[in-house]
C-alpha cells in the first residue's frame, strides 16, 4: 500500500497536479494507492474513474490542513502494509507526528520556490522542521538541490527525481483539424504553456515576437494559459501592434493542447527569477520533447535538466531581450529546430512514469 498526502491534485490543473496525478498512476501499478487530497471543481468526477482510492477534504484551509493530517495519522496507524508514504510539499508533512513515520519509507517532493526562504527566517525554519521528519527529501532537478542545501536541508537526505511525464497521445483527427486552423500557414510556429505570471517572462517574449516579425513576417505565437498578468499582457499585444502574430488561450481542452504542442516548431519558456518565485524544473519542456518539439528556457532555474543545450534546445538569458531573441534566431537556422525535436523525443524517453516511478521503488 502506498499512502499520498497532497495539496495540489487532479483534476485541479497545474504542474504539481500533473506531478502529483502522475506520480499516484504509476504507483498503481506496483500496488494499491491511497490518496488524500483537497477537493477541487468536478473531483468526484476524476475520482469515479481513478485506479487510486481518493479520500477529499474540503472546508477552510487551515482546518482543513489539520483534519487531513488527523486522518492520514489515523490511516497510517491502523495498516500494517504501508509500503512508503509521499507528501507533495512540506506543508503537507508539518503537522504529521515524526514517530508515526519514523519506520515507514516516506518522501517529500521539493520544487525550489516553496524552499526559497531566507535561512534561519520563520518559514526556513518551518520547512527545515517539516523536512527533518522525512527520510527521502525529493528535489525536481540540480538546481533545486543546491538551494536545497543552500538553506540547511542535510544533503544526504536528498535525491534528485525529475517529474515523470504521460507517453505521447494520438491526436485525434477533429484536434488536429483546430490546431491547423489556429496556426494556419505561419512559420515559425512558436508555442508557451504555462500561467500567466511575471516568472514565467511572456512580456520578454512579446517584445522578441515584435522584432522577429520583420526576419519572419509569417510568424505566429499561441498562448495557453491564465493568470494576473493576462491584462498587461493584452494591452502590450496592442501597443506593438502584434494583434495577428499573437494569440491568447484559456480554456483549452487537454486533447487541443497537445495537438498544438505538436504542430508548433518550437516550445518557448525563458522564465526568471521573481522574487521568491523561480522555475524549479519545467516539466513542459519534456512534455513538448515527447512530441518531437525542441525548446528555449531560461538559463535560471532548473530548465537546464529539462533541455540539453544545443542537443534538444537553448539556453537564454530571459532577462535579456537580444538574448531570447538571438536564441530563437539560432533554434530556426539550417532547419536547427528539426534537429533539436528529434533528439528532444529520443531524451524525453528519459522521462516517461514507467522509468521515473522506478527510481522511487528503488529508494524504497
Known amino acids: 500500500m ?10 485541479e490543473i497545474g504542474g504539481m497536479q500533473n506531478l502529483m496525478g502522475g506520480l499516484a498512476n504509476a504507483l498503481v501499478n506496483h500496488g494499491p494507492v491511497k490518496v488524500f487530497a483537497d477537493k477541487s471543481e468536478n473531483f468526484d468526477k476524476y475520482d469515479k474513474y481513478s485506479k487510486a482510492e481518493i479520500e477529499r477534504f474540503g472546508g477552510i484551509k487551515l482546518l482543513r490542513k489539520y483534519r487531513k493530517a488527523n ?3 489515523e490511516y497510517i496507524k491502523n495498516n500494517q502494509n504501508i ?3 509521499f507528501f507533495d510539499h512540506w506543508k503537507s508533512v508539518e503537522k504529521i507526528n515524526a514517530s508515526i513515520i519514523q519506520n515507514i519509507p516516506s518522501f517529500c517532493l521539493i520544487h525550489s520556490k516553496e524552499i526559497n526562504h531566507s535561512k534561519d527566517s520563520g518559514l526556513n525554519k518551518r520547512v527545515i ?10 528535489a525536481n532537478s540540480n538546481f533545486t538541490k543546491n538551494l536545497a542545501i543552500k538553506i ?20 485525434e483527427n477533429s484536434f488536429q483539424i483546430e490546431s491547423e486552423r489556429l496556426f494556419k500557414d505561419s512559420f515559425p510556429k512558436i508555442l508557451t504553456v504555462a500561467r500567466l505570471d511575471k516568472r514565467k517572462n511572456h512580456q520578454n517574449v512579446l517584445m522578441c515576437i515584435r522584432n522577429l516579425k520583420e526576419k519572419y513576417p509569417k510568424i505566429k505565437y499561441i498562448i495557453i494559459g491564465d493568470g494576473e498578468e493576462k491584462r498587461r499582457l493584452v494591452s502590450l499585444v496592442k501597443e506593438l501592434k502584434i494583434e495577428n502574430e499573437v494569440l491568447f488561450l484559456n480554456q483549452v481542452d487537454q486533447k487541443l493542447k497537445i495537438a498544438l504542442i505538436k504542430n508548433s516548431n518550437l516550445f518557448l519558456m525563458p522564465s526568471v527569477i521573481f522574487k521568491k518565485s523561480v522555475e524549479g524544473f519545467g ?4 512534455e513538448a520533447a515527447s512530441y518531437g518539439v525542441g525548446s528555449i528556457g531560461g538559463k535560471d532555474g532548473g530548465a537546464s535538466d529539462a533541455i540539453r543545450h544545443q542537443e534538444t534546445g537553448l539556453i537564454c538569458d530571459g532577462e535579456d531581450i537580444n538574448s ?18 528529434s533528439n528532444a523525443l ?6 516517461t512514469w514507467k522509468k521515473i516511478v522506478k527510481k522511487y521503488l528503488d529508494l524504497i
Open 152 to 171: 540547511g536541508i542535510r544533503e544526504e537526505k536528498i535525491h534528485i527525481i525529475h517529474p515523470g511525464h504521460d507517453e505521447s497521445m494520438k491526436i
Open 324 to 341: 531570447i531573441y538571438e536564441n530563437i534566431v539560432k533554434f530556426f537556422e539550417n532547419n536547427n529546430y528539426r534537429i533539436y525535436g
Open 2 to 11: 502506498f499512502v499520498i498526502s497532497t495539496r495540489n491534485f487532479p483534476p
Open 71 to 73: 486522518r492520514v495519522t
Open 83 to 85: 509500503r512508503s508514504v
Open 129 to 138: 522542521n517539516s523536512l527533518d521528519k522525512i527520510k527521502f527529501v525529493i
Open 346 to 351: 529520443k531524451f524525453s524517453e528519459n522521462f
Open 283 to 286: 516539466i513542459s519542456f519534456i
